[in-house]
């Protein structure tokens, strides 16, 4: 487990500041603790400070998940944000879209969103402006991409896609066995 370069660090910042902006520092210093991101095997985990001391005495063969894993790093070194980032980013979401109960199940299962599906999107939404997607009842689903802004989302017919599926909860069981 070790820090992030600073490569790695503009990656994962430009990746999070699509969802939520700049409230990325509202993520490192919180008032129970300062967090930070570390690296293990390929992936990115958000961890408190004193999680870190603790985990620094477990071997590295040993060490599973230190922390919370926020995503990974493909072998061409873009960042994938993982579906296990969603709690930490949906209350810092700058862009939401809420889904009606209808089309939930069809996201759930990684479908995008279409018009007709769309129960509201949040207003000066930008095309392909990272969004996180809630269903009516205000519970965090996952996330995704605007493929409309909001003014195109009004005037586009209801078979068209308003939000391109990035991650959502199901992959917990889609991918049980990959997820960590």
Request: charged share 25%.
């Amino acid at each position: 487990m070790r820090p992030l370069t600073e490569a790695e660090t503009r990656a994962v910042f430009e990746k999070l500041g699509k969802y939520i902006g700049e409230n990325i520092q509202l993520l490192v210093d919180r008032p129970d603790g300062t967090y930070c991101f570390r690296l293990h095997r390929d992936r990115v985990y958000y961890l408190s400070e004193k999680l870190l001391k603790l985990a620094a005495s477990v071997p590295r063969d040993s060490l599973v998940a230190p922390g919370t894993c926020f995503g990974k790093f493909t072998k061409s070194q873009k960042f994938r944000l993982s579906v296990t980032a969603l709690d930490f980013l949906a209350p810092y979401a700058k862009y939401k879209v809420w889904v009606k109960p209808g089309s939930e199940q069809s996201f759930l299962y990684g479908n995008h969103v279409l018009k007709s599906g769309l129960g509201r999107i949040t207003e000066s939404t930008a095309q392909y402006q990272g969004v996180v997607v809630y269903s009516m009842a205000d519970v965090p689903l996952g996330f995704g991409v605007a493929a409309k802004s909001t003014q195109e989302c009004r005037k586009v017919d209801p078979l068209a896609i308003v939000v391109f599926h990035q991650a959502d909860v199901g992959e917990y069981v889609r991918n049980e066995d990959t997820l960590t």
